[in-house]
């Protein structure tokens, strides 16, 4: 290996094998500048391989040996904000963005030549130690600050355009006629059936009350005079027998019992058929 200077080179032999054996034919160097050549042979009863490398040429120089550090490649930065500029009426409005440094490029206004706001301006960016830029990008930009007056009058506005008026077409209808559609004949509504007046209970006729019979003074009966001589003591009556009681002569008193009753019972009968009146009487009222 030839490094700097002639200290460091350094030539590496193999040591030899059971196969191979290695010799340098040439050394030509002086004061370690010079040429080393080594060849391997193969020992007895072995050969080379064919096509094998079996010689090496080294040179040796003695060139100084550099004592600064090799120096790094810059890093190239393709991201960066440009700078951006307006001119607008006047010159209070005019705007300049410059973006800031960052830790590799640096933004410089190189010339400004603007009096009163009016005139030029260029900014140039620039990397920083061990950055560098892409070749054939924008580093530089200038931009031109006028002070042409502002108008006053204000601005005219646009004329209204009414839209145009769309008439629909007029879709006329198919003359289709309806169907003729026969009417029902009207069914007639039957009549409501009359609910039949309740007739009145013809009223009971009256039972004429009978005639008293007048009774006719009955004669007294004629008593016959007791027996002037009296029954004998102790002599027990014989009973009655059994036989059908004779009946008495009528004396006039069966007369006025019987009026009399039959009276009764046709009282009770006409009292029986009132009170029978009045109950049905009633009964008609609740229900109506």
Known sequence: MDKCGVKNDALNVPEDTDEVAYEITNDTRVDGVGSVTVEATAKTNFEMP????????????????DSTPPVEPPTVITDFEPVRATDNCGV?????????????????????????????????????????????????????????????????????????????????????????????KPTETPKPTETPVP?????????????PTPTETATPPVVNKPPATPPAANVPAKPASPTTPKTLASTGVETVNTGLIAGILLGLGALAVGIETVKRRHRKVTNE
């Open 50 to 65: 064919k096509g094998a490398t079996t010689s090496w040429t080294f040179e040796f120089t003695n060139e100084a040996c």
């Open 92 to 184: 209070e409005k005019d705007y300049l963005d410059i973006p800031r440094d960052t830790y590799a490029l640096t933004y410089t206004i190189t010339n400004d030549t603007r009096v009163d706001g009016v005139g030029s301006v260029t900014v140039e960016l620039t990397p920083k130690p061990n950055f560098a830029i892409p070749k054939g990008a924008t580093t530089s930009w200038t931009f031109k600050f006028t002070n042409e007056a502002c108008e006053s009058t204000p601005p005219t506005e646009p004329p209204v355009t009414e839209p145009p008026v769309v008439i629909p077409p007029v879709v006329t209808p198919p003359t289709t006629e309806p169907p003729v559609v026969t009417p029902p």
């Open 199 to 211: 007739t009145e209970t013809p009223k009971p006729t009256e039972t004429p009350k009978p005639t």
